[in-house]
């Protein structure tokens, strides 16, 4: 048992490393926060982003960080909301960024609470039994613990709690996705007016939600020592289900390009051709071909399942997911139905500009804080659950 | 020291060049003969500078200021002679056809507008002494005025041409008329086009059911479309109380998706609150039991 509590929560602790990367990340932070500063001073104007084209990188991230979040579903929910949440004061009903807001508040508490439920245990486990646990954790540890004894009354509590958040976060999840796609889908743009973007966005999630699942296996499993518990089976597993899931993706985008393709109607035939052969070719076919058909063909092999070549290949799906995100968000900005005339230059064609970016890397940066910090305080694996399907008691310490 | 003289030299010839060439603009031979036809008048002055505020400034700047955009190819100040000693008829063929970045005006400004703009800049242009556009308007095709009436016996738009001679307007015969209804968008054309009679008049049959604003009020407008250019461009516009007073209720009287936040359908409002607070009873109902987990072994104790 022992062993296992070793095993699995020895990285929670603060060592050099972890100061030296936390350095690192807090030094780029405050550079990119100096933007993100710069932009609260100046104005939107600092960003590329003009009338024509309002929605440039910040959506693209949003929607982004949306859909990668059935892992970082927390983080991505905090940057959800501090976007949207000013919109509350002015809420339609009828308006999807009212819906957007409030389905990604409810996914943040349910992701909340299903982070911690699983942790109870645990934290009462190293509280009592972990001696490496700094001791300023201690006290936090002991009041989350919420004084866990095992007892069949507080587990039955813990798993019923864990099976109604299990049951609500599905429509949550899926609402949330959904509701994400229609502030694009509500529009009759070219290129956003579509009846399948739900759909499209739920398995684009899924896609992107996976390959960063698998990402972060391979870096908790490398830098925490976890070989035996994250083990190439987990792995093969995880790579199973990106190509399902990026099978089901390419379906979806088949047929969001293939049936107005068909068609062809005057301002989508315009959308089109500025993808498939325009101003967005090169993006548009890295994405689609090296970003997801090339791997669901790599993925189909035994040998691309193993770790290290199933997280390069879901590091490219990811990139790729993002690059998707701004393509589904600037072309079909650049081209409204109103001829763009007699506008400053800027106003025709979209560039991120150097602030805007600074406060991209700005959100990814806070991500990794995120998920270095918890990881560094919290098991990654739970270890009650692993003791139990061991068959070891988690309490008693004479077992193992 | 020598060198340096001479690099310098030659970048000022290069520079030289490229500004004294205007590079593939060119204005066609037949358009740089066009002119004003009227005399250009201070309210003519004062409108165009109010124009060339609105839509050149961003990147001509004020004229003689030289506070032009940084672009390339550069504006340049319309005020020096570069601009000054161009014809009127080169000015407005470019103002109408613009060169990227430069926007065309074609369809933003009208021809009078064009025309304003250029007696604006002309202002400017020491010595520069406007053509004479009585004495030219005799190579540049027929003056014609046109007029417009409904007539409610014939139920017909006439469209009266006039041809404005020497000897004053003369009644003009064969002149390509068209009458469009305007819209939000553009124009509507009402009927194929039609020449003027001997008297010159083109009558158009207005169609009774044609609806107009909330009193009936349509804006009109006829024009003489002469493709050989020997008239000149003529248009007229009125608005005519001839059509069915068209009262449609705004979209957004009753409730409906589209409206706005008071007039939300009661369904979706529903839908929402009923949504939130189901999903929310759980949350609370979850978090309240495991705050219970606490008291149990407390209650174990005792």
Same mark, same amino acid.
């Given at each position: 048992? !022992?062993?296992? =509590? ?6 929670? &602790? ?22 993100? =500063? ?19 990188? #910040? ?32 809420? &339609? ?55 866990? +004894? ?11 709690? =864990?099976? =109604? ?21 509500? +529009? ?35 830098? #925490?020592?976890?070989? !035996? ?163 070891? !008691? ?7 | ?121 002309? /202002? ?74 001997? /008297? ?29 250019? /020997? ?72």
């Amino acid at each position: 048992m !022992d062993q296992i =509590i070793n095993d699995l929560s020895h990285h929670i &602790r603060l060592n050099k490393g972890f100061f030296l990367w936390m350095g690192f990340l807090a030094l780029a932070f405050l550079a990119c926060l100096y933007a993100y =500063i710069q932009q609260l001073r100046y104005g939107l104007g600092v960003a590329g982003i003009r009338d024509y084209i309002s929605w440039g990188l #910040y959506i693209s991230n949003f929607v982004f960080f949306v859909a990668s979040s059935l892992i970082g579903m927390l983080i991505s929910a905090v940057l959800g909301l501090i976007g949207l949440a000013y919109v509350f004061l002015y809420a &339609r009903f009828q308006s999807p960024i009212l819906w957007d807001v409030t389905v990604i508040t409810t996914y943040f508490v349910i992701s909340l609470l299903l982070l911690f439920l699983p942790m109870i245990p645990d934290m009462a486990v190293l509280y009592k039994r972990f001696a490496n646990l700094p001791s300023w954790l201690k006290p936090v540890y002991k009041v989350l613990s919420l004084n866990w +004894t095992d007892h069949p009354e507080q587990n039955r509590i813990i798993h019923r709690s =864990i099976y =109604i958040l299990l049951i609500l976060i599905i429509p949550a999840a899926l609402s949330i996705h959904t509701v994400t796609s229609w502030l694009f889908a509500l +529009t009759v743009r070219p290129g956003w007016d579509s009846t399948i973007f739900g759909p499209y966005f739920v398995s684009g999630a899924f896609v992107a939600g996976s390959a960063a699942v698998i990402i972060a296996m391979f870096f908790f499993r490398k830098n #925490y020592k976890l070989q !035996d518990y994250l083990t190439d089976l987990h792995f093969n597993n995880m790579g199973k289900v990106l190509v399902l899931v990026a099978f089901v993706y390419l379906y979806f985008n088949i047929n969001e390009y293939l049936v107005p393709g068909y068609k062809l109607k005057r301002a989508d035939a315009v959308h089109l051709k500025e993808l498939m052969s325009g101003h967005f070719a090169l993006t548009f076919w890295l994405v689609q071909v090296g970003g997801l058909l090339i791997p669901i063909v790599l993925m189909l092999f035994r040998k691309m399942r193993k770790p290290l070549p199933l997280t390069l290949i879901s590091i490219v799906v990811l990139i790729a997911a993002w690059f998707k995100r701004y393509l589904i968000v600037v072309p079909a900005m650049a081209h409204p139905f109103l001829p763009v005339q007699h506008v400053p230059d800027n106003f025709k064609v979209y560039s991120p500009t150097l602030i805007e970016i600074a406060i991209t890397l700005l959100s990814f940066i806070l991500v990794l804080i995120i998920i270095t910090l918890i990881s560094k305080f919290f098991p990654v694996i739970p270890v009650v659950e692993t003791a139990k399907e061991k068959g070891l !008691d988690p309490l008693k310490s004479n077992e193992s | 020291m020598k060198k340096l003289f001479y690099i310098l030299l030659l970048m000022v010839i290069t520079l030289l060049r490229v500004e004294a060439q205007n590079p593939g603009w060119i204005v066609p031979d037949d358009q740089k003969g066009k002119i004003c036809l009227v005399k250009f008048t201070p309210d003519m002055v004062k409108q165009g500078e109010a124009l060339y505020m609105k839509n050149c400034q961003s990147c001509h700047g004020i004229p003689t200021k030289k506070n032009f955009a940084a672009i390339q190819p550069s504006p340049g100040d319309l005020s020096e002679p570069k601009a000054g000693t161009q014809k009127d008829g080169e000015l407005f063929y470019r103002i109408t056809t613009g060169k990227v970045p430069m926007p065309e005006f074609r369809n933003i400004l009208s021809e009078d507008e064009r025309w304003s703009v250029i007696s604006f800049l002309r /202002s400017f242009h020491k010595g520069y002494v406007q053509p004479d556009p009585e004495k030219m308007a005799a190579s540049m095709g027929k003056r014609i005025r046109l007029t417009m009436a409904y007539d409610t016996a014939k139920k017909k738009i006439m469209v009266k041409a006039v041809e404005l001679t020497k000897n004053g307007p003369v009644s003009a015969k064969g002149a390509e008329i068209i009458v469009f209804v305007q819209r939000y968008f553009g124009n509507m054309q009402l009927a194929d086009p039609k020449p003027t009679s001997e /008297s010159g008049y083109a009558g158009f049959d207005w169609p009774q059911d044609f609806p107009g604003d909330k009193t009936g009020k349509v804006i009109l407008g006829a024009r003489v479309n002469d493709p050989t250019g /020997s008239m000149q461009e003529a248009i007229v516009r009125d608005t005519l109380t001839i059509g069915l007073p068209t009262n449609k209720p705004s979209l957004t009287d009753t409730r409906a998706m589209w409206s706005t936040r008071e007039k939300a359908p009661v369904w979706m409002i529903l839908t929402y609150v009923l949504a939130v607070i189901i999903v929310w009873y759980f949350i609370f109902y979850i978090i309240l039991s495991v705050l219970d987990i606490r008291k149990i072994k407390q209650i174990k104790k005792t």
